[in-house]
């Protein structure tokens, strides 16, 4: 249990691509309907990327318009983390891009790959290396380009996924405000319940590979359903319990917006009402690592989120993984 916050959010970004698909758009490209997705998963729109556009493009728009918030320029970051599953390229990392981007000419950079619970992850890295004294400026970022890796004629999947970036910069805390604590876990056992089995050193990119459509996601629905509702309740006690505080203290949760019936499930595990629950769900679909800090970005915009309020934030993802972490903002 932490006493004393070490590292706090001092700014926050976001950045999505102009292109949308609707719920109808997918009623010409499967056997799907806008009634069925509402119900299934509460979205509506997802952005998706055009041709020329990049997860670094995104991830380094998010970046910027963070360290803009913030006060500060991209060569005043010590470390850039960028959390994702739909990197632009084998190798090097995202983050490398990111930084030449930004002109972060001061930093380290690295991804990691923790699926829709790598934010929280990236939170946790930064929390650790500021908490050390090893880093002051920290750009975490979660940003994804879902819609390259996923098969548009499949309608279990094509619905969900949608592409955008959100950015936190962290800094040494004031001693009152930041991270009371990160929870973080994963179970590797689970790993092909929701994966690509291609476009890794496994299968190298082929044209069988590509005619049997390897490098798409594949998601056994309604499995990870039922682990994500419980390892997300699981996570949001976890943190309320090794930080000591009380579920009716809590002013936001803010989860991985992956179904709104997942979310409201774990809402209801830390008796949370409505109003103390942000959604955004309806408008970019599961964004995997991004989501949390879009639905952040947001709610501190729209003034949703005041300082000294506390957050919530809670993420289920491949892997599995999943965790959750408590900041007073
Ligand atoms: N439109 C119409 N029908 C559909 C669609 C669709 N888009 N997709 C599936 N169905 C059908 C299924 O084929 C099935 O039909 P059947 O009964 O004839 O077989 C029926 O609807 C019910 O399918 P379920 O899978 O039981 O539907 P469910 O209510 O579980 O909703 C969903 C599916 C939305 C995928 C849900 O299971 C879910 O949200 N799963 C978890 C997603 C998640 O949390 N992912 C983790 C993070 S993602 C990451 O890490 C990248």
Redesign the pocket.
Known sequence: MQNRPQAMIIGTGAAVPEKTLTNRD?ETM????NE??RA??GMEVRHVVGPDEQNSDLAAAAALKALESAGLTAVDVDLIIVAT?SGDSGFPSTACFVQKKIGAVNAAALDIGA???GFIYGLDLADSYIALGKAKHVLVIGSEV?SRITDYSD???????GDGAGAAVLAPSDGERGILGTFIKSDGRLSEL?YIEGLGTKIPPSHQSVDERKHF?R?A??E??KY?VKAMGDSAEEILMRTGLDNAAVDLLIS?Q??L??IEATARRINLPAERVFINIEKYG?T?SASIPLALDEAVRSGRIQPGQLLVLVA????F?WGSAAIRY
């Open positions: 997918f499967v056997d799907t309907s069925w997705i299934r998963t599953i699926a829709c619970a879902l309608r279990n999947t094509c619905v969900l996924f929701l996601i998601m629905g309604r990870v359903f994500a991985h992956a179904n019936r997942i599961n995997s289920f993802g491949a892997g993984t």
